[in-house]
Nanobody, 119 residues
Framework: QVHLVESGGRLVQPGESLRLSCAGS????????MGWFRQAPGKQRELVAI???????NYVDSVKGRFTISRDSAKNTVNLQMNSLKPEDTAVYYC?????????????WGQGTLVIVSS
């Protein structure tokens, strides 16, 4: 059974840093492009960072220069280093393949990890 488990979210103040982790199981994700997505209250889920199977990374403009995505395919993990956090980064963060995993005809999503940026 496939699982993606996100962790590391918490309440931080603006300007602080946070590192999110995602552990995959039930499948070798090494050959997949992996992404970090986020969903802020009242907004649609968006892709903020993506890393290819070869390690090439791309970011949405709003996080460029502040976020860094990395992966360890041997450990089936994907991380997101977030620096200079802003209140608008507040969201539930999810990792997934890109495009998202389809299981039994539906997109699979883990439980996510909540990041709150507030003073």
């Amino acid at each position: 059974q496939v699982h993606l488990v996100e962790s590391g979210g918490r309440l931080v103040q603006p300007g602080e840093s946070l590192r999110l982790s995602c552990a995959g199981s039930g499948r070798n994700f090494g050959s997949y492009a992996m992404g970090w997505f986020r969903q802020a209250p009242g907004k649609q889920r968006e892709l903020v960072a993506i890393i290819s199977d070869s390690g090439s990374a791309n970011y949405v403009d709003s996080v460029k220069g502040r976020f860094t995505i990395s992966r360890d395919s041997a450990k089936n993990t994907v991380n997101l280093q977030m620096n200079s956090l802003k209140p608008e980064d507040t969201a539930v963060y999810y990792c997934n393949t890109n495009p998202p995993l389809r299981i039994n005809g539906r997109n699979y999503w883990g439980q996510g990890t909540l990041v709150i940026v507030s003073s």
